[in-house]
T-cell receptor
């Protein structure tokens, strides 16, 4: 099993640009989670999906952030426009059911200049 | 969400047992105790979880106090690859994992 796949692994962009992070969950998993990790705030849950439907987006910081899951094998997290304070490592995780063990991807390190 | 308290850091020598404590005095009856760890430059990974009884798996053991207000993750023989941040998380029958600051474990050869 390839595990959770995230791309890109590193992204450097300039303030104001649009950033799209991608995630492929483990095949057969029904739940997908997006997290953000910073030194100041630690690991925070941004949003999660169950059966491709967003269940809880209360962790999304503001309207500049949006997430989609068009099908069971793909999700995106978009930031538009990006700001330096969005610099962080973004993790995607999936689980077979909502309350099961979560399997994390390797993360995308985003730097906004 | 019920809160957990862990030491910021701990140290161990290679091949020695490590006991990582976690206090959760406000735990509710339906909260499971989960442990995840995060190796350097990687995403978190599941270690073990339990409700009331002690649990063992290939990675570690989980000892849960009788009153469930504390628990201990036990690594029986630490290796250099066990150096990581270990998170103790209380989780009821919901979707969310709420990560705290965890314990940074250093393992010395």
């Amino acid at each position: 099993d390839a595990g959770v796949i995230q791309s890109p692994r590193h992204e450097v962009t300039e303030m104001g640009q649009e950033v799209t992070l991608r995630c492929k969950p483990i095949s057969g998993h029904n739940s997908l989670f997006w997290y953000r990790q910073t030194m100041m705030r630690g690991l925070e849950l941004l949003i999660y999906f169950n059966n491709n439907v967003p269940i809880d987006d209360s962790g999304m910081p503001e309207d500049r952030f949006s997430a989609k899951m068009p099908n069971a094998s793909f999700s995106t997290l978009k930031i538009q426009p990006s700001e330096p304070r969005d610099s962080a490592v973004y993790f995607c995780a999936s689980s077979s059911q909502r309350t099961d063990t979560q399997y994390f991807g390797p993360g995308t390190r985003l730097t906004v200049l | 969400d019920a809160k957990t308290t862990q030491p910021n850091s701990m140290e161990s020598n290679e091949e020695e047992p490590v006991h990582l404590p976690c206090n959760h005095s406000t735990i509710s009856g339906t909260d499971y105790i989960h442990w995840y760890r995060q190796l350097p430059s990687q995403g978190p990974e599941y270690v073990i979880h339990g409700l009331t009884s002690n649990v063992n798996n290939r990675m570690a053991s989980l000892a849960i106090a009788e009153d469930r207000k504390s628990s201990t993750l036990i690594l029986h023989r630490a290796t250099l690859r066990d150096a990581a941040v270990y998170y103790c998380i209380l989780r009821d029958n919901t979707d969310k994992l709420i990560f705290g600051t965890g314990t940074r474990l250093q393992v010395f050869p």
